[in-house]
């Protein structure tokens, strides 16, 4: 056997190993993967900044809607409350001459508008 042979029995079957062009080629495709992956990342990340900053600004809608529903409530409470005392003092004012027959208690009636929410809750 010559010594080149020797040298290459020793180190294996040259055939099977893989060259140097190709772990080159396999590492810069490992790359090219890794920024592709990167990238995703990156466009994934602007995406979920991009759905927070809408949650964030339906949250402030949300709120802004609350208290617009409160300060409406609290409208209609008052306006309730106006037309109760408005009526019970026109019945006391009809009543106060007019002596009432025993057991004739008279509960008042007041009419409220629905308005355009329709019902009350």
């Not at 900044?49 to 409470?77: I, P, S, T």
Request: aromatic fraction near 4%; charged fraction near 35%; include cysteine.
């Amino acid at each position: 056997m010559s010594p080149g042979s020797q040298v290459i029995g020793a180190l294996g079957d040259t055939q099977t190993e893989p060259s140097l062009d190709q772990v080159l080629q396999e590492r810069d495709e490992a790359i090219a993967k890794k920024r592709a992956v990167e990238a995703e990342l990156e466009t994934c990340k602007a995406k979920l900044r991009a759905v927070e900053a809408q949650l964030l600004e339906v949250l402030e809608e949300k709120l802004r809607l609350k208290k617009e529903v409160e300060a409406w409530e609290e409208d209609m409470q008052q306006l309730v409350w106006q037309r109760v005392e408005s009526q019970l003092q026109r019945e006391s004012r009809s009543t106060l001459g007019a002596p009432m027959e025993p057991g004739a208690a008279r509960a008042p009636w007041v009419r409220f508008p629905l308005g355009r929410w329709g019902r009350w809750r």
